[in-house]
């Protein structure tokens, strides 16, 4: 049975910092593309950070140079460093993973195949 798992996620400050980390169970993601998404209340769910196999990365501009997806693939574990954090920062914290191999980073959430259950962050102004 594959599972993800999400952990670090909770309250911080404007300006703090958080990593999150995920860690993957029942097969390997070595070769498969990796996201971190955000969902805030009556907000879609949105890639904040994607990595490919090849260690490529993908952000969008709202947390581009705050954030940063690394992964180690022996542990078969993503993170995600936080820093600088906003409030608009906000919201339950999803690790994704795409189930085919050397599939690129994908901006939309169905095209992953497995998810944690996510973890929440609060960011205080």
């Known amino acids: 049975q594959v599972q993800l798992v999400e952990s670090g996620g909770g309250l911080v400050q404007a300006g703090g910092s958080l990593r999150l980390s995920c860690a993957a169970s029942?097969?390997?993601?070595?070769?498969?593309?990796m996201g971190w998404f955000r969902q805030a209340p009556e907000k879609q769910r949105e890639l904040v950070a994607g990595i490919g196999s090849g260690g490529l990365t993908k952000y969008p501009d709202s947390v581009k140079g705050r954030f940063t997806i690394s992964r180690d693939n022996v542990k078969n574990t993503v993170y995600l460093q936080m820093n600088s954090l906003k409030p608009e920062d906000t919201g339950v914290y999803y690790c994704?993973?795409?189930?085919?191999?050397?599939?690129?980073?994908?901006?939309?959430?169905?095209?992953?195949?497995?998810w944690g259950q996510g973890t929440q962050v609060t960011v205080s102004s």
């Open positions: 994704a993973a795409r189930g085919g191999l050397y599939y690129s980073v994908a901006d939309a959430p169905s095209a992953y195949d497995y």
């Open positions: 029942g097969r390997t993601f070595g070769g498969n593309a």
